[in-house]
Nanobody
Framework: QVQLVESGGGLVQPGGSLRLSCAAS????????MGWYRQAPGKERDLVAT???????NYANSVKGRFTISRDNAKNTVYLEMNSLKLEDTAVYYC???????????????WGQGTQVTVSS
C-alpha cells in the first residue's frame, strides 16, 4: 500500500523558513504530478504548488517568489522550501501524488496525512 510520509512541519516565526518533505513509500509508478496543498482553519484546501515529472512547476500567487517546489524522481519525493513565511501561511499542509490512468493501467491520487505549519510571532 502506498503512503505519503511527510516531515518538516512545525512552528516558525514570521520571516522564517521551513522545508517540507514528502516521500511516497511502497511500490508506486512514478507520479505525473506531485504537489502541496494547504488548508487553514475554516477555509478550503487550496493549491500551494505542484511539479510534474518533467519539472514543470505551478505556484499559487500567494507563495510565488517565496516557496520553491522540487522533486527527486528516484526517491518519489517532493519538497517544499518555504521562505519569508507569513502568518497567513499557517495551515495544515498536505502532500499529493497523482498519476492519470493510461489505457487499462489505473491511475491514482494519493494524499499525505497532513503536517501542521504554524507561523507565529
Amino acid at each position: 500500500q502506498v503512503q505519503l510520509v511527510e516531515s518538516g512541519g512545525g512552528l516558525v516565526q514570521p520571516g522564517g523558513s521551513l522545508r517540507l518533505s514528502c516521500a511516497a513509500s511502497g511500490s508506486i509508478f512514478s507520479p505525473d504530478v506531485m504537489g502541496w496543498y494547504r488548508q487553514a482553519p475554516g477555509k478550503e484546501r487550496d493549491l500551494v504548488a505542484t511539479i510534474s515529472s518533467d519539472g514543470r512547476t505551478n505556484y499559487a500567487n500567494s507563495v510565488k517568489g517565496r516557496f520553491t517546489i522540487s522533486r527527486d524522481n528516484a526517491k518519489n519525493t517532493v519538497y517544499l522550501e518555504m521562505n519569508s513565511l507569513k502568518l497567513e501561511d499557517t495551515a495544515v499542509y498536505y502532500c499529493n501524488a497523482n498519476r492519470k490512468s493510461i489505457g487499462t493501467m489505473s491511475g491514482y491520487d494519493y494524499w499525505g496525512q497532513g503536517t501542521q505549519v504554524t507561523v507565529s510571532s
